[in-house]
Antibody, heavy 117, light 110 residues
Framework: EVRLVESGGAVVQPGGSLRLSCAAS????????MHWVRQAPGKGLEWVSL????????YSADSVKGRFTISRDNTKNFLYLQMNSLRTEDTALYYC??????????WGQGTLVTVSS | EIVLTQSPATLSVSPGGRATLSCRAS??????LAWYQQKPGRAPRLLIY???TRAAGIPARFSGSGSGTEFTLTISSLQSEDFAVYSC????????????FGQGTKLEVK
């Protein structure tokens, strides 16, 4: 069974940092491009960042570029999102997801990040 | 950038009824459209990809149609577990950083 379990969400002050993790199991992790997608309260889904299977390429949305860094550990089957210089508008439920042909085949349940003073 | 507009924002349908959800693209996305179901506290679930292909394990009461700029997700004989938020995503015009979603349609019990 494919499982994606996010963790690391918390309440943090503006300007703070947080590292999200996504534990993957039930599939060959190092064969897939992985993503972070977020959803702010009452809003639609927003793509955040992706990393290719071998970590050879990463891309991020303009809204997080220069502040968020995606990474992965294929030996441990973990995906990460390092978030720095957090803003109130980064408040959202953050999901990790497996990509298949540019759509999202499987998602985790999400971890909540709240940026507030 | 392609914009996806979903309508209506909220749809009220009785259990056992039929729901028709719309997703309109600002320019043609061919058949490169996916639909997802979201429930509070649950992982979003892929329902449909390539506009009309049901993902593995998705019941036949879910069907997708359309191409170009107009797409429809139809749920026939609504079950209690079908009341949720539904979002569309296009992947026809793809460049890094350009995954786009619609804003979602909330399907609620009438």
């Amino acid at each position: 069974e494919v499982r994606l379990v996010e963790s690391g969400g918390a309440v943090v002050q503006p300007g703070g940092s947080l590292r999200l993790s996504c534990a993957a199991s039930g599939f060959t992790f190092d064969e897939y491009t992985m993503h972070w997608v977020r959803q702010a309260p009452g809003k639609g889904l927003e793509w955040v960042s992706l990393i290719t299977w071998d970590a050879g390429s990463t891309y991020s949305a303009d809204s997080v570029k220069g502040r968020f860094t995606i990474s992965r550990d294929n030996t441990k089957n973990f995906l990460y999102l390092q978030m720095n210089s957090l803003r109130t508008e980064d408040t959202a439920l953050y999901y990790c997801a497996i990509e298949k042909f540019k759509y999202f085949q499987q998602w985790g349940q999400g971890t909540l990040v709240t940026v507030s003073s | 950038e392609i914009v996806l507009t979903q309508s209506p924002a909220t749809l009220s349908v009785s259990p056992g009824g039929r729901a028709t959800l719309s997703c309109r693209a600002s320019q043609s996305v061919s058949s490169s459209l996916a639909w997802y179901q979201q429930k509070p506290g649950r992982a979003p679930r892929l329902l449909i990809y390539d506009a009309y292909t049901r993902a593995a394990g998705i019941p036949a009461r879910f069907s997708g149609s359309g191409s170009g700029t107009e797409f429809t997700l139809t749920i026939s004989s609504l079950q209690s577990e079908d009341f949720a938020v539904y979002s569309c995503q296009q992947y026809h015009t793809w460049t890094p950083g350009r995954y786009t979603f619609g804003q979602g349609t909330k399907l609620e019990v009438k």
